[in-house]
Every structure is written in C-alpha cells, then in structure tokens.
C-alpha cells in the first residue's frame, strides 16, 4: 500500500508547498508513491488517516500547538518542512519585541479588547520551530525548499534511507557552481556557516547567502564573525546577519513570552 | 612556431565553435572573473585573463559525474554512462597545464580510473601563455609558468596576432580549420619571450621555501604552533580544496529517481577541510579538529604526494588564496611563515618540483580498460543473523571464481540506491565463496540486513593489503580481538588453524561488550576442543540474567593471563579505533618488539584504490597500504592512533 | 424551512487561514461571516530595525505565491526612498517579471483550483486520471511561467536577483529569445485551455452585487506594474494617497485587517484591473474577453476567474512585445544596477499582484534602517468585500441543498484566489440542526 502523506500550515508564507506543487511534471511522479490524503494548497478532501505529515510554518499560539500536537499523535512520520518549521522563520525576529508591543505596532491600539490574549486568535503570539513543541522526525530545511531535495528526501524514505541533507556549507555548492565570491564584490555572505542542500542559489544569482537553511552541524561561527569584521561590518550589522532567518540561535528570552 | 593574425585566429576559433564533432570550451569572462564554459565566439574568448575562478580539472573530474547508470527493477543491472563528444579547450595557462599532467599521475597510476581516462583522451588541450598575471599567482615561483608537453597546442597572444606551436599531431589536425597559416619570425620568438618571462616575473611573490625543501619543512614542523594560529581563522568551507587544480578528492552517492527503479551513481567533488570527510558509518571523525585539516591540505600537497608519486601538488595559480575569504590558505605566505619560524635545519630534496611527473597519458589505451567503480554481480548463498546487529554472509561471484582475497583483505560491497560499503572479508583464502559479516550501521547495512539467499550484491575487491601469512609462518602468534575485529582476524586465524603445523604457539584473546554481541559462537565453542591453541574470552560486563563463563573487563586485561615469549612472538591487533591505544600500551610493557605487532585499521573507506582521499592517515592510504599494518611502519604516523 | 449553522474551519489563510460562518434560522439567515484566524507574524513589527537591502528579502517571505510582487512593491517603496532612479532595461525586465508572476499564479488559480469544480472534483489529482491530456497541458504552462520567473527573477518564490536599483544578475539575449519562442509556442495551448474553461463557463453562478473595484491604472499600459489608483466609482489618487483609499480597520474575528472606501466594501483583483484597464488590454486578450462575453464593469466576482484567463493572454503578448523591445536595443549587462547612496526618507509604493493591489510603505533613518512599515495586501482588501458578498449571496442560496450551500460559499471564496490554500481548503464543517 501506497504511504499516506498529509501537508499542514502554520504561521508561512506556504511558498515551501508551492514548491512541492511546482514539481510540475514531477509532481505526477510523485503521486504514483504516495497517497495525498491532506493538502491545502491543492485540495478539497482531508482525511486523518496518515503515516506522514509534512508541516510548514511556525508555531505561534496556544490554539496552534494544540493542532501540531493532534498532526504528531496521528502521524508516524513527522517532517518539518522549511525554514518556518525548521527556525521560526524570519516571522521569529518579532521575538525581539513582546507579543503586546508586536500588536500594537501591526493593529494600533483603537480597539485594544479586540486583539487581547483573551480573544484566541489574538493569544500570546510567540514564533517557534516544530521542535519547541513536538519530536519532529526529519527536517528539510530552507526559505523557500528545495523542491529537488524534496523529492530525494521523500524518495529516501520511500527506500528506507536516510534523508540526504547535507552537513557542509553552502560555500561547497557554491565553488561547485564556479560562481564569482560575494566577498569578491563586497557583498557579505553567510554561505560559510550556512547548510548547503540549495545548491545555492542566491550567491548564482548574484545576492548573498542568508543562511535561511540554518547552519551547519559544527558552524565555525567565530571565524566567520572575524571575517565580517575584516571585510568592514559593524556589531550591528554582523547581528543583523545572523538574526535574519537564524534568531532562533540567538534568541534569548523575552518579558511577556 | 606558426603565426595567425587576429582575424584570422577568430576565425580559427569560429571555425572550431561551428565543427559540430566538437564541444569548443575556452576562457569568458564572468562578472569581473573568469571561467572555462562552451564557446559561443570568438568575440566571448578572453586570453588576456589572469586566472579562471575554477581549473580546467572540472572536464576531467566533473564537479558531478554519472558513473555507473543501474536499474533495481533488475536483480543486478548497471551500465556505464554514454560520454561526451570530443571536447577542445582554449587557453590553458602552463600551470594548469602542470596540474593536469599530476592528475594524469594521480588517476593512471597504478588503478586506472576509466572515466579519467575516456575524458582525457576526449579532450585536446589548446595551452595559452599567461598575459595577465593573478595578484596571487606564483607560478613564478613554482617554475610552472612553462611548459614543454601537456598540450596539443600552444598560443601566445601577442598582440595583433597569435602565435602557435604544435604539441601533438591531433594538435596539428587541428589547424586544418586555420587559414593564412604563415611561419613566425625572429621578432615574434622575441616577443614571445619577452611575454613569458614578464609573465614569470610578475608570478615571483618571494617564496622563500622552495618548492624542492616542502617536504622536510613539512616534516619537521607538524607541532608547529603555525598551524594552530592559521587555523583559528578557518571557515572549514573547503573553498582551498575545491578551487585547487591539483586536488582530486571525491565522493560517491547513489541518487534514485522518482520511479524508484533507476538511479544513478554520482562521483562529486570533496574537500579535506570539511568535516565530514573522514566520518565512518559508526559516526568516528578522524580529523575532529580544524587544525587536523587544515595541516593536512599542505602536507598532503608538499609531503604525501611528493612521498607517492614524486612531484609537488602546487602549481602556483593562487586560486587558493584569492579565494579563501579569511585569507589564510596562500601556500606561499604558509610556507614562509613555517620557514622563517623553523628551528630545524631544513634539508632539500633533490630537484624535486611541480613537474616531477613519470605518467604520460598519451601512452594509456582506452581498450581493455575496466571502469574502476563498476562493481560485479555476486549472490548470497547463506544470509544467517548471528546476533542483534551483525548478520552472517556467504557469497559466491556470479562469475564462479574465487574471490582470490588474502587473509585481511576487504571488498566493497555494493547496493544500487544505497551505495557502498567496505566490508572485511572473515573466510580465509580459497574456496568459491567467501564470507562476510556485517554491522548495522548506516542505510547500506540496514539494507543489506534484509537480504536472503538468492539476493545479488555488487562486489568490487579485494582491496588493500591483508595479513602475510606466509611470513608468520613458523613464528608463534597471539590473536587479540575487540569486538567486531574478530571478523578480518578470522580470515588469518582460520587460515592458521587450517594449516596448523605450519606455526608455532597459537594463543587467541576475544573480547566484547556482552556476551549477546559474541560472534561466532560455535567456532569460539570449538577452540576449547582443540589442545594446539589457548583461548581466553572477556566481555566488558554481563547483564543479569545472561550466561558468562569468562572473564569481564575489556580484552588488555587478559594479555597478564597468557603465557607467551613477548620478544618471541607475533602479536595480531583487531579491533575499534580507542582500542589499540591501550592495547598497544599494555603489550609495550611487556616489551613486545614493534615489529612484532600487526594491526588492521579502519578508515573511511570509499573507493578502495587510494583515489578517493577519505581514509589517508598523512600519507598513507588505509584503503591500499593496509588496512593490515606492522605497527613499526606507522607508529610515528601522527593521525593513525590519534 | 430551515435551520441552518455552518462553522468551516481552517478554510483559508490571508495568505493563510480562515473560517466561514453560517448560522440560519426558519430559513432566515442570522449571520454569515467570514474569519481570519491565519496566526499573526507581525511583519510591520519585525521589519524595523532591518536594513535597505534586506527589505525585500524580509518582505516578499509574507506570501510565497505573490513574493515577486512583494519583492517589487518593497524595492519600489525603497527605491522611492532612497530617490533612484531605474534604467528603461530595469524596468522593463521589473514588467516582465511581474507578468511572470501572474501567468504562474492564475494558471495555478484557474487550472489547477477553478478547474475541479467545472469537473465536479475535490482537487486536480482525480483529472490527472479522467483528463490526463487537459492536466498535462496545464502543466506544462505552468511549468513555463515559472521557467520565466526563474530566468528573469532568480527564483520564483522569493527572486534571488533583485535588489534596490535593479538587479544582481539578468538574463542572457540567447535565453530572452529561447522564453520568446517558448511563450509564441505556448499561445495554441492557452487557447486550448480558453476553449475548455468556456465550454464550462455556464456552471460559475450568476450572482451580482455591485461593489466598487479598485485597481492600479495607467494611460500607458494595462497597469500591473505602475501606475495610480484607479476606482469604478470614479476618480484617481496618486499611489502616496493610498490610506485615504485603504482605510484599514481591525475587527475581532480576523487576524487580518479589513478595508473600506466609498461603500461598504472594495473589490482588489484580476477582475477589478478588467473592469478599469480593458481599453489596455491586448489584442488576443480583448478577443476571448468577447468570447467569454465579458465587458466591464462586471459585478459577479466568480467571473474574476475568467478576468485571469483573460489576464494570461495580455501577459504572453505584452511579455513578446517586450522581449522585443529589449532585444532590439541590445541588453547590457552594465546597466543592470543602479547606485545609490543611502538616505533618510520615506517610500510609498504599489503594484498589482495577482489578487489586487498592493501597498508597501517604508521609512527609512539616515542610516537605511528601517523605522516604520506598511504593508497592505490584496487579500485583506478583499476580507470586507466577501464578507458582504457572504451577506447578498447566502440568502438567495439558502433552500438549496446543504453540500450545496457549502460548495457555493466556498466556489465565492475561490473565486477570489485570496490564496490557493485558502480556496480549496474546507475543514470540519458542521451542520447543525
């Protein structure tokens, strides 16, 4: 029997589901190995029935953890999918303010009642990655996916291997790729830390590496500041490199959390 | 020397873009750098550049290369890809031209590397003088800046023409696509010379450790704090490895495509920088720390090289140091820096340089060369789980001959969509089968665990040097096992038992975690039948409830407990990485003779001819040169027992 | 007579999720409303602090399906800002984009999203079985937009190329001309397409409640790109006058913000651009808006479907026209960027993505850090509206069946393409009696 596989949202932009439905032709492949029994993106029918649940988004509110803890209980198979799920996404840099200064800035303060924590869509707002809030199983990372990866890493668990996400920099895609060093032309990349599997597709395009991916198992985190300090950056600045998609490592906690 | 003028040179090249036989690779710009990449003009040809981003090797050694195609609907079904139409590349700097005759050494030495070789033989090679000179080139330096062979043709842009001199006569057929051909004169030879020796000149960046003093300066050096320092600002990105015309590294995967019945196994490029690089499936990393790899890279280049195949690994291109963003990957600012805080007396050696190469590939023919990564169909006869993790295979060659291993010695065992894995072989020599033992460890074994008789695997092997046993002959032997060691030693110990009037004292230590991890059961049970051996059996503990006759406590506690003639005897070592530290310490205060000792290591294994790079330790490849070693050879091998 | 309560959950997101309510007694609607409870992110709030050239990439992240107009509508606030000026080749390559990036999303919306209920089916996958030749053209032309996006953009969610001034790496002419050839080739299967929505145009219900449609509009072109704000009300406002247009208000049932103009509600989209740019329509595009009998102003939002068929045509024509254009004065890698030195200021910005218009309102300190945003995005423009098109549309459907019901509420909310989750996803509905 044919595995059965459920996409969920949470807080995203959905653009790693996109990715999955612009596998295009592929797409059809794919649905020859697996039953897609939940999909939002594309689909009306929803079932609970699943061995796999492929989750993006980040976590964000009490009603919200509720959801990803029923997905968890029914799923044997737990997959996180982008940078939301994976991180917290760059939404998790609103966690360097309190979830009222948050509202305030986004809803004003006209009708205060109406976006209190006692309303439920409205509760203490907090980004967080799955795995704050549940055992999440295998991560496919990046802002957006891969959709080739993705297709290895469900293929890998089709055979019984392990998913291949890679545990080298971006910077080895990037050399593979022979393009021109963002250093090179003064742009400040994030490549040497960042977890290659992208095939590094912004520094081929000519724009640094954001490190959405995440780092590396073992990222030589000093070295690279050292070099951002070389090549002219300021603390703020090497912060605000390292907080963009990657807050998640720096964050500490915050009143009102 | 011939001579074309401009118009007509681009009409050359236009007329090599428009053969459609041909794949025109030459030198464009991109963005404020350059590269190799299909010729659409001869308006997009730049030799005027200073370097190109990545080498030419990327037409030798793609960064990604198909080189076996299977399909797993089939019991065992691989092919080897189509290749590419016959490829012409323009504008190869000498230096790059030097690193291409290493890496004939390297992948035509003693195992040819087939893919290497069609490519090679595929490609003609169109050298170009160095106009421009790289702010960190140092081919001057290097004496790389000139070539004599290596080329098919040779260029020089001197300015409103081009001159050309013939390499090979494939290069001269070439110039049937050349029109108003006329001989150079006095003044072009001249001019030419002036170019190069300009170039030369401008690639002096004031090494002071000549390329010819590496090896010693190198040696003698390893603790320096240098590397420690350098270190400390490095990314580990691998970027040194992978721009590097003279780094050869690679890995292997298996990809499986969306029908889950075909795929494909990819070579692709690997660095020693990266972490991964020597991680074994039980998750040991043998050079954990930066330093480990970064020391590596330069002795790799000016020492282990040098050691196995003569020449010096750097061409001088600076490709390395342009593009290592900390800035400390520069040979030369490495170099002079271990040179000038040296306190040792640094020798020379010889004229050894970037061109010590012996290996031509002209001299190679295609025909009746076998693809060294194509493994060979092989059946499970007997697939038997002996405890938890291992599992028990008897395999036959679908060929019917033997395997013609030597005790020691593994294979690689292959399964299309999972890869490979080198496994020692247990059985002693001889026979049609032979037998393996395998641990679960990473998606192969799991895979492999699955399988039953009848099943095929692929085989490549046997690899590597196993065990003399004709050397032991006569000499008496002890046997000390860690855990899953037991298996490659049971290649010899069998081999001995079977024939053993030919040895002296045979006395075997076996240890293992738990009683439940003992492999071998029935065999252990027989040692204690037979009065020509002594045994002893420990494990590290016994869980309640189980069963224990021997000792408990890890295998070095039992060497106390067996008589035998420490100067006398020959002491056989197998077992896990931390084991031989202590087993080695226990037997030296016993006053064992190094040379009486013999261990088999372990490494990461991948391609089992020493091409690879993943299990060298300094120098010496596990894969080829062992994995059975005299402990006198390697004891002063600073990773082998790190 | 009947009872009716209706709670659909988790059935959209603005750019995210929503809920449809219906509760109606004796056949008497009491209350239908539609919710957003899409988690908040907070963009607004975490953009401050962010610098120049990060804006784009921090904002286009709201919405993957529309990050290219997210992308352009940011590097336009900024680059209003920072007072620079783009080169005709930018801008002209910024169009081309743009029209990328509404070609991928309504062959998305209408082929894989409007199509299963012209065929009666809960998603594409059934049809990739019945209609394997109808799916697999689809396909193929979204395929093809997103091949655009991907040459001219980088990336098609979230472009890897564009930054303030123009971009970081563009297209080679030999890859301009091989998109040429693709998109000429592209047209008879567009057509095909048409052909098959028309046969099946009759099933999208005659519901009309006239509303006010607001569009980006332009004398030049038909204005997805650039120009001011257009009403079928009547009048103009330069695209700095937007919070007098927009008028945001918070309500408790939506973690989106509503807006309102001249009425009750507004209309954003593919059908409120026809209504107030048919004149700029291309020729093909003006053809099949014939043959669909559709003229503006058109007040039944499902036909917004057959607005981005129609949108298509005008995309694949004036994208030729423009690689022509290009190809013709040579394209040149030089001008692909403009400088600019960094300033303090304010950058207001639209364009029309393909659900409506979109707003991004940036202040920027002498440093370049942003101090203070603004995004208002199509979607929530259109939360108002369909929650008075709930209220026209809901008693004239309520003796029908109950699945039927249903399947109209949720056919109007598609018909909107709020977001592709948000159109076809309809969770836990519960009829109470």
Sequence with gaps: MKPRVAFFDFASCEGCQLSVANLEESLVDVLKLIDIVAFREVMKEHSDQYDIAIVEGSITRPMDEERLKKIRANANILIALGACAHLGGVQRMANQWTPEENKKEVYGIANPADIADSNRFFEKPRQKALDEVVKVDYTIPGCPINKEEFAKVLIALLTGRKPPIPDYPVCVECKKKENVCMFTIGKFCMGPLARAGCGAPCPTAGNECEACRGYVDHPHEKAQTDVLEKYGLTVDDIMRRKTMFTYRYVEKPKDGA | ????????????????????????????????????????????????????????????????????????????????????????????????????????????????????????????????????????????????????????????????????????????????????????????????????????????????????????????????????????????????????????????????????????????????????????????????????????????????????????????????????????????????????????????????????????????????????????????????????????????????????????????????????????????????????????????????????????????????????????????????????????????????????????????????????????????????????????????????????????????????????????????????????KFVIRDLKKLEVPDENIIVSLERRMKCGVGKCGHCQMSGVYVCKDGPVFNYKEIKDNKEAFK | MKDVNILVEHLTRVEGHGNIVLNAKDGKVEKVQWQVSEAPRFFESFARGRTHYEMAHVTCRICGICSIGHTEASLKATETAMGIELSEQTQTLRRMIKSAENLQSHVLHVGYLIAPDLFGVGSVFPLIGTHPQIVLKIVALHRLANEMSDLLAGRTIHPTNMVPGGFTSIPSEKQLKQLRQKLLDAVPVFNEVAEIVLANAHKLPKFTRETEFIALTSDKEYAIYDGVIGSTDGGTWPVDQYLKVTNEFVVPYSTAKFTKHNRESYMVGALARFNLNYDKLSPLAKQWAGKFGLSSVCHNPFMNSVAQLIECFNDVETTIAWIDQLLEKGLDAKNMCAKYDVKAGRGIAAVDVPRGILFHDYTYNDKGICTKANCIIPTNQNHNNINQDFKAFAPTIIDKPEKEIELLLEMLVRAYDPCISCSCHYLDVQWKR
């Design chain 2, 1 to 580: 020397m011939k001579i074309l003028m401009k118009e007509d040179f681009k009409a050359f090249v236009n007329a090599l873009i428009g053969d459609p036989s041909l794949d025109t690779v030459g030198v464009k710009a991109k963005g404020q750098k350059f590269v190799f990449d299909s010729l659409d003009s001869a308006d997009e040809l730049r030799l005027d550049y200073d370097v190109t981003i990545l080498p030419p090797k990327k037409y030798f050694l793609p960064q990604y290369e198909t080189i076996v195609e299977f399909d797993m609907s089939q019991p065992f079904s691989a092919k080897r890809p189509e290749y590419p139409r016959k490829r012409v590349i323009i504008g190869v700097h000498p230096y790059d031209i030097a690193a291409i005759r290493q890496m004939d050494s390297y992948f035509l030495d003693t195992d040819i590397t087939e893919a290497y070789l069609r490519r090679r033989k595929n490609t003609l090679i169109i050298g170009s003088d160095v106009i421009t000179v790289s702010p960190t080139a140092f081919f001057g330096d290097m004496k790389t800046g000139e070539v004599k062979s290596g080329y098919d043709l040779f260029i020089t842009d001197l300015g409103d023409r081009v001159s050309f001199e013939v390499g090979t006569e494939e290069g001269e057929r070439l110039l049937r696509h050349a029109a108003n051909l006329k001989d150079s004169t006095p003044v072009d030879l001249q001019k030419r010379k002036a170019k190069r020796n300009s170039a030369n000149g401008k690639a002096m960046r004031g090494l002071m450790a000549k390329p010819n003093v590496w090896h010693d300066l190198l040696e003698k050096n390893f603790e320096s704090i240098v590397w420690k320092n350098q270190s400390d600002k490095c990314l580990a990105c691998g970027t040194c490895t992978l721009v590097c015309p003279t780094c050869f590294c690679y890995d292997i995967n298996d990809e499986i495509n969306l029908t889950l019945k075909s795929g494909e196994r990819v070579r692709t490029w690997d660095g020693c920088l990266l972490r991964q690089f020597t991680v074994i499936s039980t998750g040991e990393v043998f050079r954990e720390d930066i330093v480990d790899r970064y020391r590596h890279r330069f002795h790799r280049k000016g020492r282990y090289l040098p050691d196995r195949l003569g020449f010096v690994a750097c061409v001088g291109c600076g490709r390395c140091s342009s593009q290592c963003v900390p800035d400390i990957a520069d040979p030369v600012k490495m170099m002079n820096m271990l040179f000038e805080s040296s306190e040792h007396v640094i020798a020379e050696d010889g004229d050894r340089d970037a061109h010590s190469v012996s290996i031509d590939a002209k001299n190679f023919d295609l025909e009746g060369t076998i693809s060294l990564h194509m493994p060979k169909p092989a059946t499970i006869i007997r697939a038997e789980k002996v405890t938890e993790k291992e599992m028990f295979f008897e395999i036959e060659m679908d060929d019917h001959k033997p395997l013609g291993h030597q005790p020691g010695q593994f294979v690689e065992v292959s399964l299309f969509g999972s890869g490979e894995a080198p496994i020692s072989v247990s059985s002693p020599p001889g026979g049609n089968t032979f037998e393996l033992v395998v641990r679960k460890a990473g998606d192969l074994t799991n895979k492999l665990h699955l399988m039953k008789a009848g099943d095929k695997v692929g085989i490549r092997g046997p690899f590597g040097k196993g065990f003399d046993a004709e050397a032991l002959k006569k000499k008496n032997l002890l046997f000390i096992a860690g855990g899953l060691g037991i298996v490659p030693m049971r290649s010899l110990f069998n081999h001995v038992l079977n024939n053993r009037p030919d040895y002296g004292e045979v006395t075997v230590l076996y240890g293992c975690k738990e009683p439940c991890e003992m492999l071998f059961k029935d065999e252990v049970a027989a040692w204690g039948q037979r009065k020509d051996i002594t045994h002893l059996l420990t494990v590290d503990k016994c869980p309640d409830g189980e069963c224990w006759e021997g000792d408990i406590g890890v295998v070095g506690k039992l060497i106390p407990k067996v008589k035998f003639d420490p100067k006398h005897t020959i002491v056989i070592l197998v077992g896990p990485p931390v084991f031989y």
